[in-house]
Structure formats: C-alpha cells, structure tokens
Nanobody
Framework: QVQVVESGGGLVQPGESLRLSCTAS????????MDWYRQAPGKERELVAT???????TYADSVKGRFTISRDNAKNTIYLQMNSLKPEDTAVYYC???????????????WGQGTQVTVSS
C-alpha cells in the first residue's frame, strides 16, 4: 500500500507565506504525476498545481505567480511554496500521487488526509 501525508498548514495573515509538504511512502515502484488540490468550505475541490516526475509544473490561474510546486524524487516528496497569501486561499489542501506499487501494477491515485490553511487577519 501507499500512504500519502501532507504537512505544513496553519494560520497566517494576508500577504504572508507558507510551505506545504507531501510525502508518499510504503510499497512504491514509481510515482508519476503528483498534485496539490484544495477545497474551501461549501466549494468543490479544485486543482492547484501539478508536477511531473521530470519536474514540469502547471498551475491554476488563481495561484500563478504566487505559488510554486517542486519535487524531490529521492524522497517521494513534493512541496508547495505559497507566497502573498490571500483570504480566498483558505482551504484544506490535499496532495495526491499517481503511483505503481510494483513493476506489474497499474497506476493508482493515492490521496492524503489534507492540511488546513487559513489566511486571516
């Protein structure tokens, strides 16, 4: 099995920064895409950023220029550096990993439990 764990959330004031981490562990042969999603109260989960195993990143328009996703393949870990945070960034942030447990497995998506980010003065 593959476990995905997020960390780094918290309460910050508008304009401040936070860095989220997400680590996949367990029986892992390889990991493809890894993503950050977020879900605000009363809203649907939305894709924030995606990164390939080769480090190619894409972002939602709402976070371009403020958030940066990065990846350490040796640690099966991705990060989300969030700068210039706004109240509308308040949400539970989730990470997922598209992984194969063995060479014979198919890719499956594994989700973490989420970490709360609150931006408020």
């Amino acid at each position: 099995q593959v476990q995905v764990v997020e960390s780094g959330g918290g309460l910050v004031q508008p304009g401040e920064s936070l860095r989220l981490s997400c680590t996949a562990s367990g029986t892992i042969f390889t990991i493809g895409l890894m993503d950050w999603y977020r879900q605000a109260p009363g809203k649907e989960r939305e894709l924030v950023a995606t990164i390939t195993s080769g480090g190619i990143a894409t972002y939602a328009d709402s976070v371009k220029g403020r958030f940066t996703i990065s990846r350490d393949n040796a640690k099966n870990t991705i990060y989300l550096q969030m700068n210039s945070l706004k109240p509308e960034d308040t949400a539970v942030y989730y990470c997922d990993a598209d992984a194969k447990e063995t060479i014979y497995s198919t890719y499956q998506i594994y989700w973490g439990q989420g970490t709360q980010v609150t931006v408020s003065s």
